[in-house]
């Protein structure tokens, strides 16, 4: 590459950037200060992909006939040329172009069937370039969906929408990182909600519920099926003098502007570790079997289970119920009233006046638990509710704000959900499917407390209690206890090194943790010496059933668009724990002791996680005191599937 050309190269990498930000302008104005420079320097090539730029930035001012002139010019630059994939991709653009121009309202009308024309044929001489190159393919076939969709053929439009969603779910899966999975997601959102709005029209539930599931967590299931075909975990590793900047930053409460600095190259250096990880061989499948998850499903739970997902479209909320037999839509609006509900069981600013019932003292006539009672009808609507018993399984993949939503305390009628049914959170109906097997041997016990962090944060005075009712509810098991010095990093880090790997019945670790606001990647477990980063958890290698957090901010979580979600609990999931128990807030000191009493009483009795919490749960409901309030008992939550009793 020339100099000049680096030159010109450097400056349209400019203007992409402002583009990307938002300055449409100030991208525009750098782009025009090259065109005389190219022009001058005859270098055809430089002068198509100057066209191109231009053309994409007309775009997005909504200057179509601008944007149009120059992607045809830069189309036939590129011809001349012979880069046919360049070709192809100026075609596309044009075909974007006239379908965003195209009234579906007056499609009929000559300039319309022109426009849409046009379109077509442009997707057709596109497509047979592209169709290796998914990046752009699948922006190919959902433009030929939207023509579909525009002549009234819908099932094509579907058909063609299902195949654009197939590609970029093969896209996600196929990244390690989190944050770019979930950036890809974000440049189809249109297409995701187009898909599922057609598929509602359609009342093809089936189709409605694959696309959902389809784009669930797939970073998580990627890590899952990376430990399975590798035997490893993740392997990219972060430099040395970065995480001790950002170890430092934590440690020291460092300004805003500090961790933001530091948040930002953290993630450029996650980068770089995902782009060198080992790639897989295989591609995830990409629709859930529904045959054969419901008949995992039905072996698992003999006694009767249901999967409840949810997805946001717009201004709805989608509730798809799931069962051995039926599959069912309810859409419930999203509007600013159900926000606020949501709102009110999830901030903690809400939580003493809803989980202490504070609100049935201010106002009596609403009667005791109301909000709970509110919310429960909106987001669990006659027909779910009328499936639930207190034996069956209910298996929640939630959406955006309700991964927040304490759901054991959801009140039906004169009781809690806990009481009608053993909860289970679940990143995707899906995750059946790549849930660890169940291990041969009983396994051991690990039990990890901190009660003293050097200045660090507040003393824990009640662990050491707290794992000796642990410790005595198992006599036939061996258990390992690190305690304040001991309890360092390397508990867990060193796990993944040993040869053969130690199977674990549960580790059980109370301490401190934190997830810094709106920045996932710096959510972090306390040790003894340092703090472990979320990603640091999910590079693990555990062979472990299960997982409980005693610690505030456990189970809280940053949800990136696609359902991509930054916790503990889903680092530790990632790292290949069956099913983490981890607490939305604080669990208070002088009630956590006798909480996990309850709790390992259920699952030294060989309970699975999630019907002993449940057990745990209604002990208290029937207790007196404050351990019978739901602040007490109901931050608790199971995510994932224990198999070991399946």
Not at 13 to 38: F, H, K, T, W, Y
Not at 235 to 259: K, T
Not at 336 to 352: G, P, Q, T
Not at 515 to 543: N, S
Request: hydrophobic share 45%; glycine share 6%.
């Amino acid at each position: 590459m020339s100099r000049l050309s680096m030159m010109y190269a450097c400056q349209r990498n400019q203007a992409l950037v402002l583009r990307a930000q938002g300055d449409l302008v100030a991208s525009l104005r750098i782009l025009q200060s090259l065109e005389d420079p190219i022009k001058q320097s005859g270098d055809k090539l430089e002068q198509a992909e100057y066209w191109q730029s231009i053309a994409h930035i007309q775009s997005d001012l909504h200057h179509y006939g601008q944007a149009m002139y120059f992607f045809a010019q830069a189309q036939h630059q590129f011809q001349q040329l012979g880069n046919q994939a360049a070709v192809a991709e100026c075609l596309l653009e044009q075909a974007w172009l006239n379908i965003m121009h195209l009234s579906s309202s007056a499609i009929s009308e000559q300039s319309n069937q022109s426009r849409l024309e046009k379109a077509e044929t442009a997707l057709q001489q596109a497509a047979t370039e592209l169709r290796n190159r998914p990046f752009h393919y699948w922006r190919v076939l959902y433009a030929q969906g939207k023509c579909a969709a525009l002549q009234n053929r819908k099932i094509g439009a579907l058909n063609l929408y299902k195949q654009a969603s197939g590609i970029i779910a093969l896209l996600r899966q196929e990244i390690l990182n989190i944050h770019v999975s979930s950036a890809i997601f974000h440049q189809a959102q249109r297409l995701y909600t187009d898909a599922i709005q057609l598929a509602m029209q359609q009342y093809d539930s089936q189709t409605l519920f694959l696309l959902i599931e389809q784009q669930r967590s797939l970073n998580l299931y990627h890590h899952l099926q990376q430990n399975q075909q590798t035997g490893k975990g993740f392997s990219g590793r972060l430099p040395e003098d970065l995480q001790r900047q950002v170890q430092a930053l934590l440690q020291d409460e460092g300004s805003s502007e500090a961790i933001e600095s530091a948040l930002q190259s953290f993630t450029e250096a996650l980068l770089h570790a995902s782009a060198i990880a080992p790639r897989i061989d295989r591609i995830i499948a990409l629709q859930s079997d529904i045959d054969s998850v419901r008949s995992i499903l039905g072996k698992w739970y003999p006694n009767g289970w249901l999967s409840v997902s949810y997805a946001f479209c717009d201004d709805q909320l989608l509730i798809m119920a799931l069962d051995q037999h039926t599959i069912e839509c309810v859409t419930v609006a999203f509007d600013a009233n159900l926000k606020a509900m949501i709102d009110e069981v999830c901030l903690s600013e809400y939580r003493l006046y809803t989980y202490a019932d504070l609100a049935y003292i201010d106002r009596p006539e609403c009667g005791p638990w109301s909000r709970l009672s509110t919310l429960a009808i909106r987001l669990l609507p006659p027909y779910i509710q009328g499936k639930l018993h207190p034996n069956l399984r209910l298996l929640i993949s939630p959406a955006g704000l309700l991964h927040k939503v304490p759901w054991a305390a959801l009140r039906i009628g004169e009781a809690w959900l806990c009481e009608r049914a053993t909860i289970q959170i679940v990143p995707g109906i899906g995750y059946v499917q790549f849930i660890p097997k169940p291990p041969t041997q009983p396994g051991e016990g690990l039990l990890i407390g901190c009660r003293h962090f050097n200045g660090r944060a507040d003393d824990l005075l009640h662990v050491g209690e707290e794992l000796d009712h642990i410790a005595h509810a198992y006599t036939n098991l061996t258990i390992h206890r690190c305690e304040d010095s001991i309890a360092t990093s390397e508990c867990l880090t060193m796990l993944s090194e040993t040869n053969p790997v130690v199977h674990y019945r549960f580790i059980h670790i109370a301490t401190h943790a934190q997830l810094v606001a709106a920045k996932g990647l710096l959510a972090h477990i306390k040790f003894w010496d340092r703090e472990l980063l979320f990603d640091e958890i999910a590079a693990l290698k555990l062979d472990a059933r299960l997982v409980v957090l005693s610690m505030c901010d456990g189970n809280l979580s940053e949800i990136l668009p696609g359902e991509e979600v930054l916790s503990l609990s889903h680092g530790f999931l990632a790292a290949g724990v069956q099913a983490v128990i981890s607490s939305l807030w604080p669990l208070e000191d002088e009630l956590s002791p006798g909480i996990m009493h309850m709790l390992y009483a259920g699952l030294a009795q060989g309970l699975d996680a999630a019907a002993a919490l449940t057990d745990m749960q209604r002990a208290c409901i029937t207790s007196r005191g404050r351990m019978s309030l739901p602040i007490a008992w109901a931050g608790l939550q199971i995510i994932g599937i224990d198999q070991l009793n399946h």
